[in-house]
Nanobody, 129 residues
């Protein structure tokens, strides 16, 4: 079973930066699509960024393009989300997710939460104006 544990959330002022981390278990390996989603109360979970382990292509939601960067350290089994130029509307619980659905593909556009079978517990990010 894949395990995902997020960390790095917190409170920051608008314009600031945070880096989220997601530790994933060794049962998640190259070929898995790894993604970040976020959710605020009363709203659907929103895709933030995704990438396939073992490949370099990345995919971003329109609202974070140019500000957020997804990356992975395969040696340490960590997925990261570097968030710069944060805005109050970025306030949400951020989740790390994984699935093998896109195995064999170099690119995954992980936009649809039901496509993902493994989820972390989430980490709160609060951006104040």
């Amino acid at each position: 079973q894949g395990q995902l544990i997020e960390s790095g959330g917190g409170s920051v002022q608008a314009g600031g930066s945070l880096r989220l981390s997601c530790a994933f278990s060794g049962s998640i390996y190259n070929g898995y699509c790894m993604a970040w989603f976020r959710q605020t109360p009363g709203k659907e979970r929103e895709s933030v960024a995704s990438m396939s382990l073992g490949y370099t292509a990345t995919h971003y939601g329109d609202s974070v393009k140019g500000r957020f960067t997804i990356s992975v350290d395969n040696a340490k089994n960590f997925l990261y989300l570097q968030m710069n130029s944060l805005k109050p509307e970025d306030t949400a619980v951020y989740y790390c997710a994984a699935d093998l659905k896109w195995a064999g593909y170099t690119f995954c556009a992980g936009d649809y939460p039901p496509d993902f079978g493994y989820w972390g517990q989430g980490t709160q990010v609060t951006v104040s104006s």
